[in-house]
């Protein structure tokens, strides 16, 4: 098993900046992908970010791109997601994730953190 620990959330003026974390600790080893995916209020679940544990390959939502930055401390097994330029369309809970295999729909990953909560005020 892997646990999967978010921090980092809150509330943000819009233009504003977080960073979130997730740490993962248990049977890591074998963890390929960790990703990031968000959900807001009647929404499907969305994919914000993924980054490869073995090599530092990235990828991001299309909704994202250009604004969000996600990057790795591999020693420590911890995943970090840097938002800036947040729009209240960015309102969600966030939830780390991570699979055994590179992929941007949620069902791919096997282990999920309980999520973090971000507001963006207008």
């Known amino acids: 098993q892997v646990q999967l620990v978010e921090s980092g959330g809150g509330l943000v003026q819009a233009g504003g900046s977080l960073r979130l974390s997730c740490s993962a600790s248990?049977?890591?080893?074998?963890?390929?992908?960790m990703g990031w995916f968000r959900q807001a209020p009647g929404k499907e679940r969305e994919f914000v970010a993924r980054?490869?544990?073995?090599?530092?390959?990235?990828y991001y939502g299309d909704s994202v791109r250009g604004r969000f930055t996600i990057s790795r401390e591999h020693d420590k097994n911890t995943v970090y997601l840097q938002m800036n330029s947040l729009e209240p369309e960015d309102t969600a809970v966030y939830h780390c994730?991570?699979?055994?295999?590179?992929?941007?729909?949620?069902?791919?990953?096997?282990?999920w953190g309980q999520g973090t909560q971000v507001t963006v005020s207008s």
């Open positions: 248990g049977r890591t080893s074998n963890i390929y992908i």
């Open positions: 994730a991570a699979g055994y295999y590179s992929s941007s729909v949620p069902k791919a990953y096997n282990y």
């Open positions: 980054i490869g544990l073995s090599g530092p390959s990235t």
